[in-house]
């Protein structure tokens, strides 16, 4: 009974992060049609433009921290160490990757410049843009590590629905408001990562529930009665 209670909880996690994740891609799909009736050829361009810098960069390389958080949080859980250093460490090596993004962001603006100032408004204005997606995607994998680290994976679903929900419905508002500004149908990408990890910072960093089962720990340990 056990081992079948383990396996649907832990099919209920995968069904809670795969549907999340189908989520987001279908509220970025929902943001582009919607953006390509109201902003003008130029303007969507300038658009996926941003979204495939975002999600190839932006989403590639936080990716890692996400995995290595992961990991060491997981690792120091198994153990029964205080992951509080491990947090900080992670911390510290986001911003240090968030840094190194920003400053090629900035060095490559003699190529970015063309392709999103004039739409944008002005190259500052697009560097900045660029620069706030990445934070959003730094500070949402950062948080996102804890979570799959502790099998919190109730909280890291979260984060993408309601980064799936805010963008569908910022969307949806916009295009019925009629909004032409390519500015704005950009913060609406850029935003709701960011607005998730927000949200969900203080719960992240409450302890496990009480009881929170460890299948690492327990089978662990059964070795150990074993030996």
Known sequence: MTDRADLLRRGGSAAQVAGSQIAVAG???????????????????????????INTVGRGVFTAVELET????????????????VRRATARQTALLLAAVSALIVIAAPLTGPVFGSELGSLPTALGLLVLGATAMAVSYRLRGPLAGHRRYGLYAATFWIEAGTGAVAAVLLALIGVTSTTVWVLVLALPPLLAAVLLTRPATRPDPAGAPDPDAESTTSMRSVT
């Open 70 to 85: 992961t990991r060491a949080v997981a690792h120091a859980r198994a153990t029964g160490v205080d992951d509080t250093a």
């Open 27 to 53: 509220a970025n799909y929902l943001l582009l049609a919607l953006a390509a009736r109201h902003v003008g050829a130029a303007g969507f361009a300038v658009l996926t433009s941003y979204y495939l810098l």
